[in-house]
């Protein structure tokens, strides 16, 4: 079965700093990985998949996720962080059909 | 392109009642599925429907069930309500005929509390 395990369920950074939202999956056969942000109140909203056309996948908000085969890992990234960018992220793998296994999230809080 | 929409965003019921939510994908799109999400279990996948057919089901009892009619609009039921079944029940849509089939889109979800 596929899953995914994110790494720290809170992270806090400053405003500015990088952001580094960890991830790392479970999967027989080649994933397909994706990231999801959830504000409160909200559904989900993609950010950006991994589907193999390219190991480096640029998302939306500035934020990208590399996938290392090596390492199982598929970590988002964000070079400054705004503090519009504070909310739940949510990692995920497609498993069978359109079914999505998803993290337990990590919620962001960019302080001042 | 409208998004995808659900009904009711809230629903206060007792236990024991019924209770029924609606989703209406984004247009063309023939898979739906239905995702609860609570502080203890977080995300976990319940059923899809593809084309008026349930294709997937999650580990969820009997209680828990749903359909999808010829336009794609889907509902899903809880019967025999409990306290447990407080969450946020969000549904998602996606397209085969798109390159980007593996995307779902997600709608706002409905909040549903068991008093």
């Known amino acids: 079965a596929q899953s995914v395990t994110q790494l720290g369920s809170h992270v806090s950074v400053s405003e500015g700093a990088l952001v580094l939202l960890r991830c790392n999956y479970s999967?027989?056969?080649?994933?397909?990985l994706f990231w999801y942000v959830q504000y409160p109140n909200q559904g989900l909203q993609l950010l950006l998949k991994y589907t193999s056309a390219a190991t480096l996948v640029k998302g939306i908000n500035g934020f990208e996720a590399e996938f290392k085969k090596s390492e199982t890992s598929f970590h988002l990234t964000k070079p400054s962080a705004h503090m519009s960018d504070a909310a739940e992220y949510f990692c995920a793998v497609r498993g069978t059909a359109s079914k999505l296994t998803f993290g337990t999230g990590t919620r962001l809080q960019v302080t001042l | 392109k409208a998004g995808v929409t659900q009904t009711p965003r809230y629903l206060i019921k007792t236990r024991g009642q019924q209770v029924t939510l609606s989703c209406s994908p984004i247009s063309g799109h023939r898979s739906v599925s239905w995702y609860q999400q609570t502080p203890g279990q977080g995300l976990q996948f319940l059923f899809e429907?593809?084309?008026?057919?349930?294709?997937n089901k999650g580990n969820f009892p009997g209680r828990f069930s749903g359909r999808q009619f010829s336009n794609s609009r889907s509902e899903m039921n809880v019967s025999t309500l409990e306290l447990g079944d407080s969450a946020l029940y969000l549904c998602a849509s996606s397209s085969p005929w798109d390159s980007s089939y593996n995307e779902q889109f997600f709608g706002p979800g409905t909040r549903l509390t068991v008093l």
């Open positions: 999967s027989s056969v080649p994933p397909y």
């Open positions: 429907y593809f084309s008026e057919t349930q294709r």
